[in-house]
């Protein structure tokens, strides 16, 4: 039976899976690359019904999604401002997905663990792993160790332990896409509170959700064929990003350079390039598993990489409950989850390559936007993805 687990990485899955093995019975300790919270992790995110069902599973929804609101359903409009649909992102009985701060949701998680217990231990950044028979030893960037039962990867979409499972594993894709986004206030918008709007620009691809104090919150998936070197995007400063995305959306109808332009350059938040991972062949070797974006990092387009962390971690602890060893445990892990989070992965994708199409490309999205939206609104498959509830599930095993 393991009784201990090295949580590597504290971002949305690392938390989410220390209290999920805390529930069954394990006793985790998380170790985060960086050497504090939250402050500067990107901008928003939406936690759909059912991420939110799989917090509730671990009893961790309230505080996580606390500082959100309320966002059933997107409205995506095209470049002239014609309304292409309306894409439902939630579960029809459930909670309404809700849109958060990343910060805020790091935060909370990270204080919903600590508050358990859970040790997490900042500025230990993984660089390699190794296993025995009998346990599995972590060596970190300070050089310090850490030794367990068990090494679970929640590390990210540019995961170390993917590559400490198998060297042979891909790794992360560039998507073609920069992403950033800020937070203004005092702009006027036809939308209500609660309302998310996306639109496919000429340019590049804007979407905007109104706070229930009017608040707008905003980001941008900026097309870019070429990968930004490392670092190449820090020195930007918000001023020049406001001036670039003005004139990237200066011809489409709609309010974001309305938006851009009443944005104070210190609410322009940390511009990032985009990284996929398709498809993983192996998520598990001996005592060591990966999961979250470490395991299938979708496109953003998804809106489902935070949810399906979460599920991950769940499930990844039902498993251990309920199998008689990790290797059983690791197994039906994979037999459940493989396939729910490759068919979204897939779906997402096709969304993306509409996001980073070329001038040209896009010139053509008005037209056939409508027919990716209809098979992504089909309510059967949001059904699937968003009505997914893991609080009714009872247990992992066969
Ligand atoms: C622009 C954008 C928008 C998105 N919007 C949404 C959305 O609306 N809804 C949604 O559900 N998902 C969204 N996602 C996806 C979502 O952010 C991810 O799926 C989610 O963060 C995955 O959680 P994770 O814990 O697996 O990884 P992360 O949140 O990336 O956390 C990984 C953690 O591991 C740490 N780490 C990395 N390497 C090491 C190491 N070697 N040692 C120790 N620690 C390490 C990192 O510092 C980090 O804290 C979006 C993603 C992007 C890029």
Known sequence: ????????????????????????????????????????????????????????????DGRATADGFA???????????????ISKISAANGAPSRTVRRADLYRALYEEAAGRGIPIHHGR??????????????????????????LIGCDGVHSTVRGAVDPLAPAAAYAGLISLGGYTRGVRVDEEPGSYTMIFGRRAFFGYAVAPDREVWWFVNLPRAAEPDRGELAPITGEQWLRTLVDAFKDDAGPAVRILEATPVEQVMKASPVHLLKRLPTWHRGRMIVLGDAAHAPSPSSGQGASLAVEDAVILGRCLRDTRSHTAAFDRFVELRRPRVEKI???????????????????????????ILRAAANSAYTEEVYGHRLTDEPAAAR
């Open 1 to 60: 039976m393991s009784r201990t687990a090295l949580v590597i990485g504290g971002g949305i899955a690392g938390p989410a899976t220390a209290m999920a093995l805390q529930q069954a019975g394990i006793e985790p300790t998380i170790y985060e690359a960086y050497p504090e919270g939250a402050d500067g992790a990107g901008v928003f995110l939406t936690l759909g019904s059912n991420g939110i069902d799989a917090l509730a599973a671990i009893g961790a």
């Open 71 to 85: 966002t059933p359903e997107i409205t995506l409009r095209g470049a002239k401002g014609k309304r292409l649909g």
């Open 125 to 150: 950044r993984l660089v390699s792993a190794e296993q025995s028979g009998t346990d599995v030893r972590a060596t970190f960037a300070d050089g310090t160790t850490a030794t367990g039962d068990l």
């Open 345 to 371: 992965v897939k779906q997402a994708a096709r969304i993306n390559n509409s996001k980073a199409a070329g001038p040209v490309g896009r010139l053509f999205l008005d037209s056939f936007m409508p027919l």
